[in-house]
């Protein structure tokens, strides 16, 4: 298969209309500070101890840990919403890792934690599976990173 075939069999998960754009600014990369443009983000970034640092400050990794928990977090209880359930209590919570690959770059890889501690097991299963579809960052990083998904 090209690699155009490829491309005209996914699931085109582009957004047909935007709705709202975040704005940052990192001045310094991961050794400086990352500020947002209306100012609700001003963070001191820094190496974690693991890549050689002083971990004396946030890193990439840890934003898009909280950012991607977040997002699907809200896709899944839009999802149970919309199933009619309540998700009160759920939680996700995400590991991102990063790593050489075989490119001579980096990579990363996303574990997800998700706890639907009042739903069936099988129908926990289908609502994670659902958001998994409905998430802005599950849609970006398909079959582009690893994301494993742990129900619990």
Do not use: W
Request: net charge negative.
């Amino acid at each position: 298969m090209t690699d155009d075939a490829a491309v005209e069999t996914r699931t085109d998960t582009r957004p047909t209309k935007i709705m709202y754009v975040a704005e940052a600014t990192a001045h310094g990369g991961r050794d400086g500070y990352i500020t947002s443009q209306d100012g609700r983000i001003d963070l001191k970034a820094a190496m974690p101890p693991e890549l050689g640092g002083d971990g004396d400050g946030t890193n990439p990794e840890q934003l898009f840990a909280a950012g991607y928990s977040s997002c699907f977090h809200n896709a899944l209880v839009l999802v149970g919403r919309r199933q009619g359930y309540d998700l009160t209590g759920s939680t996700v919570a995400a590991k991102v890792g990063i790593g050489p690959n075989k490119q001579r770059g980096y990579g990363l890889a996303v574990a997800l934690s998700v706890s639907l501690p009042v739903i069936d097991q099988d129908i926990a299963a289908k609502l994670v599976d659902a958001a998994h579809h409905v998430c802005p960052y599950s849609n970006a990083t398909r079959d582009n990173i690893e994301v494993t998904i742990l129900l619990g």
